[in-house]
């Protein structure tokens, strides 16, 4: 291995994480605007920066994202307005300003980063089947024995992303995502509300059900529990409340 390798540990050079976000879409179930979710970027961006990591923020395509409403501390809902951190980061002009122009994915290089982090919402749900190029960037960062993270909704990348021998990264790997049982919460709620008819779902399809068909090992912590597993370098994260804890065990694994 030459010394000019990008891969070599250097203990003197400052790791670097690399955050993919969703770009904007429309729920083909709710007919909603969805996109990424603030904690599932702030949260761990937050933690990354106090270990002293450069992080980069790309999207599938690039450009402009735009987050789900709920998500935001401010919106009306007062779902997340206990969330200080995603506000700090949304009143933060120089943060503020990477949401509206993020890199797009094949502008990754792989052998730049100690790791990627795969962030949620609800926009993967109906974006990630045809993010073939983050499938592959992703399963590159865990075949070169990088860190591959995925967190919440951002675990859908394992129902597609597959190793250069064609087996499902997933498979025989003990992983976690958003839970059933929240996914029945977020039913339950939008059909008191009269949002939905009692026969339609918020999302079209379940990770934990879609990752025990790929012969995953799904775990979960119960419902709205901060919770994440590490497998060798496939690290992921429970649920929006699981940023903090995704990130530790990510420089957990890097080191400072």
Not at 130 to 138: C, D, G, I, R, S
Not at 142 to 155: M, P, Q, R, T
Request: with cysteine; proline share 5%; hydrophobic share 40%.
């Amino acid at each position: 291995m030459s010394l000019r390798d990008p891969n070599v540990v250097n203990p003197q050079q400052k790791k670097r994480v690399a955050i993919v976000i969703s770009n904007p879409a429309v729920s083909t179930t709710t007919g909603w605007p969805v996109g990424f979710w603030w904690s599932e970027l702030s949260h761990p961006y937050l933690a990354f920066e106090e270990a002293g990591y450069e992080v980069e923020l790309y999207s599938p395509d690039g450009g402009k994202c735009e987050a789900d409403g709920m998500s935001d501390p401010r919106d009306p809902s007062g779902y997340s307005a206990s969330d200080l951190i995603s506000l700090g980061f949304i009143h933060t002009p120089k943060l503020a300003a990477m949401i509206e122009k993020t890199k797009p994915v094949s502008e990754l290089a792989v052998a730049r980063f100690d790791a990627i982090v795969v962030a949620g919402g609800q926009a993967p749900m109906f974006t990630m089947e045809k993010a073939t190029t983050l499938h592959q960037k992703f399963a590159d960062f865990y075949e070169s024995g990088k860190i591959a993270a995925a967190l919440c909704h951002g675990s859908a990348i394992l129902r597609y992303a597959k190793l250069k021998d064609g087996t499902y990264l997933a498979k025989g790997k003990t992983v976690t995502g958003f839970a059933n049982v929240e996914e029945d919460f977020a039913d339950n709620a939008v059909w008191s509300l009269g949002f939905l008819p009692k026969d339609k779902h918020v999302m079209p399809w379940r990770i934990e059900d879609e990752l025990h068909k790929l012969g995953a090992n799904y775990v979960q912590a119960g419902l709205w529990r901060g919770f994440a597993v590490r497998d060798g370098n496939l690290i992921t994260g429970q649920q929006n409340f699981s940023g903090a804890e995704t990130a530790r065990l990510i420089i957990e694994s890097l080191g400072r």
